[in-house]
């Protein structure tokens, strides 16, 4: 059996797998995309009937921080002032 994952990261779908000898991913804006252009990639190599299609997963990144609005004093060096 050849097992496949989909994952979805932040918006998009990644769907891979390795077969062959060679490593496969395939992306889409929906799941069904992704998955359909591993399926024509595994029909091609004749070997639909041997796909494991394992459970979906979602990675939650964690939202980059916001820069603080903070700014320190600027420092006047000027000697005439």
Same mark, same amino acid.
């Not at 990644?14 to 991913?25: I, K, V």
């Not at 992704?34 to 399926?39: H, L, P, R, W, Y």
């Not at 939202?63 to 002032?81: G, H, L, R, V, Y």
């Given at each position: @059996?050849?097992?496949?994952?989909?994952?979805?990261?932040?918006?998009?779908?990644?769907?891979? #797998?390795?077969?062959?000898?060679?490593?496969? #991913?395939?992306?889409? $804006?929906?799941? %069904?995309k992704?998955?359909?252009? @591993?399926?024509k990639?595994?029909?091609? #190599? $004749? =070997? =639909?009937?041997h796909? &494991?299609? =394992?459970?979906?997963e979602?990675v939650?990144q964690p %939202?980059?921080?916001?820069? #603080? %609005?903070? $700014?320190?004093?600027?420092?006047?060096? &000027?000697?005439?002032?």
């Open positions: @059996m050849i097992p496949i994952h989909t994952v979805q990261i932040r918006k998009k779908w990644f769907c891979f #797998s390795t077969f062959d000898g060679y490593d496969y #991913s395939y992306t889409g $804006s929906t799941k %069904e992704a998955q359909d252009k @591993m399926k990639r595994l029909t091609k #190599s $004749s =070997l =639909l009937d796909a &494991n299609w =394992l459970k979906d979602t939650k %939202e980059p921080q916001k820069k #603080s %609005e903070f $700014s320190p004093p600027k420092i006047d060096n &000027n000697p005439i002032a």
